[in-house]
């Protein structure tokens, strides 16, 4: 072991369980968007309901990123950019989803956006690890701090775009008391 903590071989399982973690769970969000209970169609009249414009083009967007995001995680590719990804999707649901409902995601709340996006900025400062196709191809990524500002400012700087062009929530009419 390092002065610093962790050996070699400790953050390349930290990495990998963090990575076996995140990824698959990604993957099985998108998947759910595209053909869960209710399919896109049903994915497309949720995101319509959150005020998200146009909303076939986002659910669709939104399995497309979690799927390749949670593929690219599991595989340990080109960090930061999955992590990124994962940041960006997490913003989002926590701006439109989870807004206004308190921490706890058992009320709706933001508990899990900010988890699993925090998560995603520790892998990408931790890096894939050895035990990934980064750690054995020839590429050239982006870990500790670096990798975290990375991920985590171009997650947040891509869904705060995206926001600001595309979410139109419907603005709640005063009840004024009168029947």
């Given at each position: 072991m390092n002065v610093h903590g962790a050996s070699g071989s400790g953050r390349d399982t930290a990495s990998l369980?963090?990575?076996a973690t995140l990824g698959p769970m990604l993957m099985a969000h998108g998947w759910n968007?595209?053909?869960?209970a209710g399919g896109i169609a049903g994915t497309t009249k949720w995101f319509d309901s959150l005020g998200l414009r146009p909303a076939g083009l986002h659910a669709r967007v939104a399995a497309g990123t979690e799927l390749a995001a949670g593929a690219g995680l599991l595989a340990g590719l080109a960090n930061p950019l999955p992590a990124a990804?994962?940041?960006g999707l997490m913003t989002v649901a926590a701006r439109t989803d989870h807004r206004g409902k308190g921490f706890f995601v058992f009320k709706g709340g933001w508990e899990y956006t900010a988890v699993v996006g925090g998560a995603a900025v520790a892998l990408a400062a931790l890096g894939h690890g050895r035990w990934s196709l980064d750690g054995v191809l020839p590429v050239r990524t982006r870990n500790g701090t670096r990798?975290?500002?990375i991920a985590a400012g171009l997650g947040t700087v891509a869904a705060g775009a995206m926001l600001r062009v595309s979410?139109?929530?419907?603005?709640?009419e005063p009840d004024t008391?009168?029947?």
């Open positions: 369980a963090l990575r968007k595209l053909r869960g990804a994962a940041v990798g975290a500002v979410y139109r929530p419907a603005v709640a008391g009168e029947v």
